[in-house]
C-alpha cells in the first residue's frame, strides 16, 4: 500500500549509528543520504529519516510502530542484538509470537528518538 515511511529525528549522526546497525543484518542499508536526509531500503528506498524540528513525542501508548520483514530468524535475532548495542532499547526479545501466529518470529526495539520498531520473520 505505502510506498515509503519518513520519520523525523532530532540527531541524524545518532539515527544513521542505529539504522545503519539495525537494519544491516535484515538486508537493508542507507541508500541515500543527503545533507539531514536518510534512505534506507534493498531495491529502492522505503523508510526516510531527516532532521525535524518537533519529531513525534515517543508514546508506548498510542500503538504506532513499524514492522520491518526479516529473511530469517536468525536475521531477526541478529537485529534486535545490533539494535541494543546501538543505543536502543528493549521492547521485546526475539522469539515466537504465538498470539500473533503459527509462525511468526520478532523482537521489538525503541529507537534513540522513542520510535518502536519490530522485525518480523514468518517462517520456521
Known sequence: MWDHVSIGVRD???AKKFYDAALRPLGYTCLSES???LGYGRDGVALWIGMAARPVPADTGSGL???LRAPSRE???AFHA???HAGGKDNGKPGP????GENY???FVID???YRLEAYCGSS
Open 65 to 67: 510502530h513499524f514492522c
Open 35 to 37: 545533507g539531514d536526509m
Open 105 to 107: 518470529y520478532a523482537a
Open 97 to 100: 509470537r504465538a498470539d500473533y
Open 82 to 84: 545490533a539494535a541494543m
Open 112 to 114: 534513540p528518538d522513542g
Open 75 to 77: 536475521s531477526v535475532i
Open 12 to 14: 541524524i549522526d545518532v
